[in-house]
């Protein structure tokens, strides 16, 4: 069983503002980051999604060297790469990359899911068939990072005995049966899909087959977390996030007002989305620390991978700061 009281890490959607660039999406990553390491968050990792104006991670391994760059000590990885997307061989080479150059701090999540819509995908020049090769592209990545690859004549560099650890990322049934077979650590997206998190993680730990580099089954799941001074303040930014949230999804082509949100968010397919976002920890410290404790218990889960939404970066450190804070009392 998980413990009660779980290693809390942080998934940065590197949210580009209405009102920001990207250059200062990636600026307020980097400041993210940079709190996440003062304190003591385990790792932070990025997604990749290409074609959303509002998430600025779509080129991952290039995100996460600039965050390294500016950090010391934290881990950094992505959650994930989706590999339908890439050559086994590309991915080994960037992150064989990465953790040369930042040697015990890269992470490679993977997932089997393309990331984007279907224009993306052609663009991309995805094969339509190519997540069900995942299990296989895994197992071929997996070999060349150990520096035993499963094709002839051919050498990920560099990569050798990086020390790259992978994780298996997903939403479903499947990536909790392939990380368990693998005997590799498994993260649950249910930050945004929660559904299948119970079942997906009761099958991986019954499942799970001992490794080398996992002997014991491993869990991460995903919750949002607004964390703020004051319940009602945190709310107001849970608001503020979910009116964001559904005029994007349903792609409104121009600035809501509140009232207009209001209405899409009452509508069958704004309450769609608005549970897409079930777990979610929002108000005071003790309130979040609490949920977070409950939730870690109730889903199994080792470790809680946040997603601080709020549109502000000043909203966003301070929610990192006070979880920290609520962590850190409860310990004494």
């Known amino acids: 069983m998980a413990a009660s009281t779980p290693v809390l890490s942080i998934l940065d959607l590197a949210l580009v503002g209405s009102d920001e660039s990207p250059a200062e999406a990636f600026a307020n990553s980097v400041a993210m980051a940079q709190r ?53 061989l590309v991915i080994a080479e960037q992150f064989g990359t990465l953790a040369t150059l930042h040697p015990g701090r890269i992470d490679l999540g993977l997932g089997r899911a393309p990331g984007t819509d279907q224009p993306a995908m052609r663009a991309m020049r995805v094969d339509p068939m190519a997540s069900d090769r995942f299990p296989q592209d895994v197992m071929e990545l997996q070999a060349f990072l150990a520096g035993d690859s499963l094709v002839p004549g051919v050498e990920a560099v560099p990569c050798a005995g990086s020390d790259v650890p992978l994780y298996i990322l997903g939403s479903s049934l499947f990536g909790a049966q392939l990380a368990a077979k693998l005997g590799l650590p498994y993260g649950f997206a249910s930050h945004f899909a929660p559904g299948a998190l119970l079942q997906a993680v009761e099958l991986y730990r019954e499942r799970f087959e001992p490794s080398d580099s996992c002997p014991e089954p491993y869990v991460i799941a995903g919750v949002n977390v607004i964390a703020a001074e004051t319940t009602e303040d945190a709310e107001a930014q849970r608001l503020d996030v979910t009116r964001r949230r559904v005029a994007r999804f349903l792609r409104v082509p121009r600035a809501l007002t509140d009232e207009e949100a ?47 939404p709020s549109r502000l970066l000043d909203q966003r450190l301070r929610s990192i700061d006070l979880l920290a804070d609520a962590f850190a009392t409860a310990a004494v």
């Open 262 to 308: 209001d209405e899409l968010l009452a509508s069958p397919q704004g309450q769609g989305i608005a549970q897409m976002t079930h777990y979610t920890a929002a108000g005071d410290p003790g309130l979040v620390r609490r949920y977070l404790e409950n939730f870690a218990t109730e889903a199994n889960v080792d470790e809680v991978i946040t997603v601080h």
């Open 36 to 88: 996440a390491e003062q304190r003591g968050y385990r790792r932070v990792w990025y997604a990749e999604h290409h074609n959303m104006a509002s998430i600025a991670s779509s080129a991952t391994s290039v995100l996460i060297a600039h965050v390294a760059n500016h950090t010391s000590t934290i881990r950094l990885g992505s959650g994930g790469v989706m590999l339908p997307n890439h050559s086994p």
